[in-house]
């Protein structure tokens, strides 16, 4: 395993699956991929990671590509072909049996004016994050299997989008790739009443979170002791529907002496289990949370009005870390009976990304040398500070 293979791997997935083409005499196609890829593994911007390429197109030439090639109309096209570049590192044994999946939405932070621009189309407006209100919204469903978190399906959401539309392209996509669900983890966000009955009717067994709103749910956070429930949720424009809800007495950690006792409240679908077992099968989730900070730590870095750029930076991050999985499982298994392992230790996700970056430089060459014949530096004996 060479970090050149490593390159040729995750470009050929890229190629094969997400059509970018490039024909310039001093740009080709290859070109393109190559770049986007060591600004992906150095979680900088196309300008920063051609200023470290010696021998590379010019960054104002990329952008012109992308610009062409990825423009908004052609978003519901381009996260297809981002799903088939995902679904098409997925390791063929998960196939065989049922998985647990966790779905959940992630926002990148936006900065500008929206009004009037293509980004108004794909701007969804939410809570207060890094000092802003206004974010690309994407929504990932990833399954968690021991030692290979990968990422099933990734949707772009649009404002006003509901949590049932999403639920339904998450399912759809994971459906499409052959995946049996054994259980599915969402939070808070997607407990609605779209939602429960979307997984009802395809009996699909789930625990999602539910939040404490409204006096019939406070009203269930009293006693001594964990126990079972039931509650009916109400949409003006979906109905009713009746679940089945665990609610659950805890005692987090916190560094006060005194503890303080906290209620989860978790709707239950088709799953036999304790009360203490469904909130330990719940941490399961926040599996998913990990992967989006493996995310920010691939994402191309950009401030392009384009939203197609910004959310194709998204895709092609998560692309990479199936990448990195499947790079894993297919180089550094360790031989014995029993259930699959690999070593992670020394393949981990800086290492990966340390390859990446080691191969294109070692096709451009670094920058060692900057041209001064533009400037009149002054002489070192009278130079001022």
């Known amino acids: ?124 407006g939410g809570k207060t994050k890094a000092s802003t209100n206004q974010h690309y919204r994407c929504a990932t469903a990833s399954v968690l299997t021991r030692a290979a978190r990968v990422t099933l399906a ?70 001594q002791e964990s126990h079972w429930a039931s509650h009916t949720l109400q949409s003006a424009a979906d109905g009713a529907v009746t679940v089945k809800v665990a609610v659950v007495r805890t005692f987090p950690r916190t560094r006060k002496p005194r503890r303080r006792v906290t209620w989860c409240l978790f709707v239950c679908l088709g799953i036999r289990d304790s009360l203490i077992g469904i909130r330990q099968r719940y941490r399961k989730r926040f599996g998913i949370e990990s992967s989006y900070r493996q995310l920010e730590s691939l994402r191309i870095r950009t401030t392009s009005p384009n939203p197609a750029l910004r959310l194709m930076a998204v895709g092609i991050a998560l692309v990479l870390l199936n990448v990195w999985v499947w790079a894993q499982w297919q180089y550094l298994r360790t031989p014995g009976r029993g259930p699959r392992h690999v070593d992670q230790a020394i393949f981990q996700l800086r290492r990966f990304q340390t390859f990446l970056l080691a191969a294109v430089t070692a096709i451009y060459g670094p920058r060692t040398a900057i041209d001064l014949t533009a400037y009149r530096p002054a002489p070192l004996a009278h130079a001022k500070w």
């Open 1 to 124: 395993m060479t970090s050149h293979r490593i390159l040729d791997d995750t470009i050929s997935v890229l190629q094969t699956h997400i059509p970018l083409q490039a024909s310039g005499y001093r740009c080709k196609s290859a070109d393109l991929w190559r770049v986007l890829v060591a600004a992906t593994a150095q979680h900088h911007s196309i300008e920063a990671a051609c200023a470290d390429l010696d021998a590379a197109p010019h960054p104002n030439t990329i952008r012109r590509y992308l610009a062409d090639q990825w423009q908004p109309a052609l978003l519901p096209t381009l996260v297809q072909q981002c799903n088939a570049a995902i679904q098409a590192l997925l390791p063929p044994w998960l196939r065989h049996t049922a998985h647990e999946v966790a779905i959940d939405t992630h926002d990148i932070p936006f900065y500008g004016h929206v009004a009037d621009t293509p980004a108004a189309e794909w701007v969804c």
């Open 154 to 223: 990734v949707v772009f959401v649009q404002p006003g989008t509901t949590m049932g539309a999403i639920v339904d392209q998450l399912l759809t996509a994971i459906q499409a790739c052959g995946i049996t669900i054994r259980c599915l983890y969402a939070d808070k966000g997607f407990c609605s009443v779209a939602v429960l009955q979307r997984l009802q009717r395809d009996a699909i067994s789930a625990v999602i979170a539910m939040p404490r709103r409204g006096p019939q749910l406070r009203a269930l956070c009293t006693g």
